[in-house]
């Protein structure tokens, strides 16, 4: 079992940024891959960015150049920086762990299989 817990939401003005931490507990000496989604109310989750098995780091296009995907080891803490801000970009951001996912479904929320309560981000235009 994984507990996962996110922070750092907020309200920003266009063009802010916010970092947003994904705190990690339990059983976590695994390979996991780690992911970022966000939601928006009557949409499914989205795929930002995951760090596949500890190693490459993939991201969605709307994140490529803007959003930043970083770990904390010691810490157990997942990072994700996000600059630029647009009020597209309004959502609940969540982090989530999959042990068994694999590079072609690593943007899918389904394969993932512990998720925190999401963190709140919202860009005023």
């Known amino acids: 079992q994984v507990q996962l817990n996110e922070s750092g939401g907020g309200l920003v003005q266009t063009g802010g940024s916010l970092r947003l931490s994904c705190a990690m507990s339990?059983?976590?000496?695994?390979?996991?891959?780690i992911g970022w989604f966000r939601q928006v109310p009557g949409k499914e989750r989205a795929f930002v960015g995951a760090r596949f098995r500890d190693n490459d780091i993939y991201y969605a296009g709307f994140a490529k150049g803007r959003f930043t995907i970083s770990r904390d080891n010691a810490k157990n803490v997942l990072y994700l920086q996000l600059n630029s801000l647009r009020p597209e970009d309004t959502a609940l951001y969540f982090c989530?762990?999959?042990?068994?996912?694999?590079?072609?479904?690593?943007?899918?929320?389904?394969?993932?299989?512990?998720w925190g309560q999401g963190t709140q981000v919202t860009v005023s235009s």
């Open positions: 339990g059983r976590t000496e695994w390979p996991y891959t």
């Open positions: 989530a762990v999959g042990a068994q996912v694999i590079s072609s479904t690593l943007r899918l929320a389904a394969a993932y299989e512990f």
